[in-house]
């Protein structure tokens, strides 16, 4: 499976100030995220996914803060852009983009809120749905024909629909939100997942016909990064001018 980047760990993070994207634009950080849409863009040529679901194995493992950050990308890029909490048991969404957790994708569900309440403007410019309050049973909710409008509604407004899951292997949710998205991306935390969480997360993914985009390896030790000859060289031959 293609890796669609690596992540570095050095950052001290917060749920409010994680889209690093946005918040730090320079950092390397926010730089490994850049190469994610191009990657998710060759993992299917003829027919790009523009309703993209993050998830992973096990909680912590980085998928909210790479749903806000890929999203960002996008946004940067100057599309048009939502993302979606689908993580109806562990929201976070709200947190990271500065929200409150109110009029979410729950609350439309069961009649409470409509579409126009639904969508929150951010800061990041960034729209974003909220997860909403708890309901009893969220996949319940998420197999509902109007979630799936919803999704259909959210592919003709926006160019890309980001959505955040819960982990695959606590779950069933994940695997009906992927049914509907066009593709998933794999985020795995390079210091916790365990090599066999992985695998049968994948396993779920595939035996449910999802295609996968590709993995999203977070938390990598960083690498000391030695000066190439050729920036050196660049820096020598420029300084001369
Ligand atoms: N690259 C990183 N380095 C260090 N900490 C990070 C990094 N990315 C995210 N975090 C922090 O790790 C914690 C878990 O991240 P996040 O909420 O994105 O994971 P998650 O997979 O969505 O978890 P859950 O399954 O519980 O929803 C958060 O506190 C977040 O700020
Ligand atoms: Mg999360």
Redesign the pocket.
């Known amino acids: 499976m293609s890796k669609l980047n690596r992540?570095?760990?050095?950052?001290?993070?917060?749920?409010k100030d994680?889209i690093i994207v946005a918040t730090q634009p320079e950092s390397v950080?926010a730089e490994s995220f850049r190469k994610i849409p191009i990657n998710i863009k060759y993992s299917r040529v003829d027919d790009e996914p523009r309703v993209i679901q993050i998830t992973?194995s096990?909680?912590?493992?980085?998928?909210?803060?790479?749903?806000a950050n890929i999203a960002a990308v996008y946004r940067e890029l100057g599309h048009k852009v939502i993302l979606v909490d689908c993580?109806l048991r562990?929201p976070?969404i709200h947190r990271i983009t500065g929200l409150v957790n109110t009029d979410g994708l729950t609350d439309y569900l069961v009649g409470n809120t409509d579409y126009a309440n639904l969508i929150k403007q951010t800061r990041f410019e960034i729209d974003v749905i909220n997860a909403g309050n708890p309901v009893p049973f969220p996949h319940v909710a998420l197999r509902s024909e109007k979630f799936k409008n919803l999704i259909a509604k959210l592919r003709e407004s926006y160019e890309y629909v980001i959505v955040?899951s819960?982990?695959l292997l606590l779950v069933t949710d994940s695997l009906i939100i992927g049914e509907i998205c066009d593709t998933a991306v794999f985020?795995i935390?390079q210091r916790t997942t365990k090599k066999n969480a992985a695998k049968e997360a994948i396993r779920l993914l595939r035996e449910s016909n999802i295609p996968i985009a590709g993995i999203v390896l977070?938390?990598t030790a960083k690498r000391i990064r030695r000066v190439s000859k050729y920036y050196s060289y660049k820096y020598k031959y420029t300084s001369k001018k």
């Open positions: 992540l570095f760990r050095n950052h001290k993070f917060s749920h994680s950080y992973s096990l909680s912590g493992e980085h998928k909210s803060t790479s749903a993580d562990k976070s955040d819960p982990p985020v935390n977070s938390n």
